[in-house]
């Protein structure tokens, strides 16, 4: 057995017992319906509450389906006819309150209530205020099937870390199968994001990413796209759908058959994102994304990638995922336009949830 694959054996033996012990810090809602939600509050505005869930999704409540809050870092609050206020929120009784930040550090006066409809806004802070920035880390291994000129069973590896703040977010994700003989993986996917926050439902986005697939002769596929996501349902706190539009530019390089393929292609990127939230411990992710090519009329690439993550323990997940990737114009004939991918494994998050 290889080194790679020794390692990722002792590293699922130890993901339970890190899971038990990722930290974080977590604020709390409790719905009318009675569910309780875990993760972070990221602001409050128009009787809104935006708050992005421990899995990573963003849901916008509205403030009449919340039954109480309690959060656990100081908050700047802003309010629309006044100066901001910093404290600790709660929510009891269906009535917003704030005990104010000299009654959180001594034995001050106690919280004072606060009409929803006159809160601007709210944001991470301390005793001097500044932007809301968190930190966030996955480590996940498991079994990976894959399909297409050939059938490969193997264990796969995946790292994230992401980066959040008032303006702006980015992602890294690398994902490599791990083979007994070979030096470098035969399949690899990495790609980094950033994302813009601009208050409103249009965000502007950058992704850089590299591939690897020597089932489909792929050697390396390096890629780059800008353009805008627009969030497409905005009255859903459950669900998060958003589709995006933007141009590309990928390189690639093909070898197979003893002869090689060099190509450099201008497209256009388009993708449609659905995350859904379908319990407090269950979340369910889709990414459909289509790439016609530019510069090779009639050309298409295509993938999707869907996940279904199921929190065993506080920073612990099971995560189911297909992968499925389409082109319909194989570097050779007799390879398959489609390829499949699914897999199991467990990972752990770090960082706020």
Not at 123 to 141: H, I
Not at 147 to 170: F, H, K, M, P, V
Not at 244 to 254: K, P, W
């Amino acid at each position: 057995m290889s080194g790679f694959k020794r390692y990722a054996l002792l590293l699922t033996a130890l993901l339970f017992q890190m899971g038990a012990s990722a930290q974080s810090v977590n604020d709390t809602l409790t719905l009318v319906s009675g569910e309780i939600l875990h993760g972070n509050l990221l602001d409050i505005e128009d009787s809104i509450i935006t708050f992005r869930t421990r899995h990573g999704s963003r849901m916008y409540l509205p403030f009449d389906q919340i039954q109480s809050m309690s959060v656990a870092r100081i908050r700047s609050i802003s309010l629309k006819s006044g100066e901001p206020i910093t404290g600790l929120l709660t929510m009891e009784d269906r009535s917003l309150r704030l005990r104010p930040l000299d009654a959180v550090e001594t034995t001050g006066p106690g919280s004072m209530k606060i009409d929803i409809e006159d809160v601007k806004g709210v944001k991470l802070t301390s005793r001097t205020p500044k932007p809301s920035v968190q930190n966030s880390a996955l480590v996940e291994t498991g079994v990976l099937l894959r399909e297409g000129n050939q059938s490969n069973i193997d264990l796969y590896a995946r790292i994230e870390i992401g980066r959040t703040t008032e303006g702006y977010s980015w992602n890294w994700e690398t994902l490599f199968a791990l083979y007994e003989s070979d030096d470098f993986p035969n399949y690899a996917r990495s790609e980094f994001e950033w994302r813009g926050d601009s208050g409103t439902s249009r965000t502007a986005f950058a992704i850089a990413g590299f591939q690897r697939d020597r089932d489909a002769a792929l050697d390396a596929r390096l890629q780059a796209a800008v353009g805008y996501d627009y969030r497409l349902l905005l009255d859903n706190p459950y669900r998060e759908v958003r589709g995006g539009i933007g141009l590309g530019v990928a390189y690639e390089s093909y070898d197979g058959r003893n002869q090689s393929i060099k190509d450099t292609d201008l497209d256009i990127f388009l993708r449609l994102i659905y995350n859904s939230q379908l319990r407090d411990r269950l979340t369910f992710s889709n990414e459909w994304r289509g790439i016609p090519s530019l510069t090779d009329g009639g050309d298409f690439r295509a993938s999707y990638d869907s996940g279904l993550a199921w929190s065993l323990l506080d920073g612990l997940e099971l995560n189911l995922q297909l992968r499925i990737d389409y082109d319909d114009n194989p570097p050779f004939a007799d390879y398959d336009q489609w390829r499949g991918a699914v897999g199991a494994g467990f990972r752990v998050r770090f960082g706020p949830k």
